[in-house]
Nanobody, 123 residues
């Protein structure tokens, strides 16, 4: 079992920045690819970014490339998402995800989810 706890959400104006963190506990953190997904009201959960087990490979949704940065610190069992130039349409609950066998890019492959943190971008 892996427990994931997100933090860092909040309210920000359009064009602003937020940094999310996800602290993991339980099984060996470095055995999991880690990802961030988001879900807006009435919409499906969508992939945002992911990072491989050793941090060597990173993947981003096209909509966030160049603005968001994912990173992980295996010594601290934590994954981060730095979000810059935020847009109102990116208002959503952001979820941390752990994937034992894949790249944490597909929601159906996710083994563990955090409880989510609200990000609200005002116009």
């Amino acid at each position: 079992q892996v427990q994931l706890v997100e933090s860092g959400g909040g309210l920000v104006q359009a064009g602003g920045s937020l940094s999310l963190s996800c602290a993991a506990s339980g099984r060996t953190f470095s055995n999991y690819a880690m990802g961030w997904f988001r879900q807006a009201p009435g919409k499906e959960r969508q992939f945002v970014a992911s990072v491989s087990k050793n941090g060597g490979r990173k993947y981003y949704a096209d909509s966030v490339k160049g603005r968001f940065t994912i990173s992980r610190d295996n010594a601290k069992n934590t994954v981060y998402l730095q979000m810059n130039s935020l847009k109102p349409e990116e208002t959503a609950v952001y979820y941390c995800a752990a994937d034992r066998d894949g790249l944490a890019r597909v929601s159906l492959d996710i083994d563990y989810w955090g409880q989510g943190t609200q990000v609200t971008v005002s116009s």
